[in-house]
């Protein structure tokens, strides 16, 4: 069913140009200058317009009466002119059959134009339907006014001075209808109904057929101005400005099919651009090659010529025809790309590897190409949120949304097309154009499809956030858990201080009490004595333990001064270097601390060691050390005893750290950690009181500087 009309609205097409080419080969061959000559050269451009747009609409939705109506104008048009010249070359220079049939369907056909251009069409556009029944009013009555037309037209009278094939003798006179005012009155009121259906459907009609007929609007009301002038003003009677105030109408619709992708035919446009230029290429090459050259070398070497012109266009046909596709991309798509490419762009991002996060924004970018939007959007679901995951431009922060019933929210865009995945809403993909354009049928199909492969895609995503999220819940408990074996370190550490060592302080002091009332010489001031010293080692003994478990300095003057503190107990030599740290967040500060604290213990139990060497520094946002001793080293392969070694490393984990141990045996050891500093990280200055120091202080007071030993 689609071959026949395409092959008809061709053949239609090829009648309406080849009678405007006619026509204008007339004009050439009788020299005529006057005006009715040159406004019929005025319109043969309009004809040609008219016709190919036609064409293109009948072979692309042949069902739509709007192509039909156009080849029907152009051929109309080409047989108001035609006739007048083919009679002229009859006359003048060689008789012509059917010249004065010709010439009495010139006084007709004219009528039938109008009403087609001003009325049919108006009406019908853009998808061929009446808005209702009530708007065949207009196209009955310009029919009526036609057949009056066509009636009048067969009065002996109508084609003075040429003899009328068609006379009807009783109709004698009735062409002097066609002169009568209320004639043209009705004529006129019928054309502006149909201009003003136009005006009607623009009102009732969505963004996008707006922007579709607004042009058509423009052009019809300027044609109807136009023809009404000429009627009423004899010196603008054969003017050229008719012709091209009816071009308007097919540059209008041509305007409607490229800038909107009106009827959707921007494909064949596209083919006919590229194939129309590959065979302009083509013909000009061989004409190049064997008429060129070969009337510069003779006509005897036609044959090696044609050879060469052959091989020349085989080998540079495939580079010409990407370059004219090319060409017919950017003239028909503008700067975006095609749905083709955009959807094939896609597939290959899909097979190869990308993160998840960029194969997001390459889809954000890429839709935004394919539609020519101002602004394109992925968003992913995440549990009843709706969540921004890429966007091109790129747009800063993370917006979300709430859903209701898992269904998706309201969302103040162009065009959103839910993605699905096995009947699971997973997101969506958002355009919005920019202002005064609308989502096209071709892009709505484009959004779509590429809805249609993003499912597995976002699919992956939630299943990659939901790990992420749930390894992010892990560290976070890991790091609750350090947080929490230190606060019980800091409570024991005070239940020793404030309990024990007060009672151990309040035993000393009544020990020496007792030891100054005793007898000098007296068997029990020497056991008061040794109780005494007895009670002074307790109290050492429990003040140790109570900086082993958590030492106070580190919360009242921080990390290097903790640091600093041990380095002076250790039994090795240690070289000391602290690069001016500033006080960090409590758990910052005890992780490094105990990390040091448990090499430093290890190195004086096992590594018979004679120097150690401790850093501690900021690098690249992050709080790095390092201990490392020159003793005897050890196979980290055979070592059984990991559990130091895991403490250390769970205490930077849980702060998202990083903990490295390098050893071989003879060759010392080198514990290297390192913690992020983020400004959440950054804590108080010492001088508070040893309590207050427990608690977050205001920030921006520098710690204690620590430099070299």
Known sequence: MKRPSAFLAVLLAAVGVGLAIGQLGLVLVLNASNEAANSGRAGVITIIALALVGALIGIRQPQNPIGWLMLSIAICGALIDFPKEYLAFSSVIHPLPGATVLYWLSQIVWMLLFVQLLVAVPILFPDGRLMSRRWLIPVVAGGLLALIGIIASLDPTSTKPVPNPVSVPALNGASQILNSAPYWILFLLTLLSGVASLFVRYRRADQQQRQQIK????????????????????????????????????????????????????????????????????????????????????????????????????????????????????????????????????????????????????????????????????????????????????????????????????????????????????????????????MQPVEEKLLNNLAGQAGLVLKNVGLNRELLARLEDLRASRQRLVTAQDEERRRIERDLHDGAQQHLVALKVNLALAEAAAEPQSKVRSMLTQLKTDAEEALNTTRELARGIYPPLLASDGLAAALRAQVRRSLVPVDFDVDGLPRLAREVEAAVYFCCLEALQNIGKYAQATQVRLRVRFEDSRLAFSVQDNGKGFDLNQIRDVHGIENMRDRLEALGGNLRVDSRTGEGTRVTGDVPITDQATAVTSGLGRGEAEDAAPEGVAGPQVGNR
């Open 215 to 438: 042009w058509l609007l423009v052009a019809a009301v300027l044609t109807l101005s136009v023809l009404t002038s000429q009627l009423f003003i004899p010196g603008m009677r054969f003017s050229w400005l008719l012709p091209v105030g009816v071009a308007f109408l097919p540059i209008a619709i041509g305007i409607a099919i490229l800038r909107y992708r009106l009827y959707d035919v921007d494909l064949i446009i596209n083919k006919a651009l590229v194939y129309g230029a590959l065979a302009a290429l083509i013909t000009g090459a061989y004409l190049l090659v064997v008429i060129g050259i070969g009337t510069v070398v003779g006509s005897s070497r036609q044959l090696p010529l044609s050879i060469l012109a052959t091989l020349v266009i085989a080998v540079s046909f495939q580079p010409l025809r990407q370059r004219s596709q090319q060409l017919a991309n950017h003239l028909v798509y503008g700067k975006r790309a095609t749905p083709y490419e955009t959807l094939s762009q896609f597939s290959e991002h899909l097979s190869e590897t990308f993160s998840q996060e960029g194969i997001l924004d390459r889809m954000a970018r890429l839709l935004q190409q394919g539609t020519g939007a101002e602004r394109a959007e992925v968003w992913v679901r995440s549990g009843q949120r709706l969540l921004l995951a890429a966007s091109s431009p790129a747009r800063d922060g993370s917006p979300e949304l709430p859903m209701s019933n898992g269904t998706l929210p309201r969302m103040e865009r162009d065009s959103v097309v839910p993605v699905s995945y096995q009947g699971e809403l997973l997101g969506a993909l958002a355009v919005m154009k920019k202002r005064g354009e609308t």
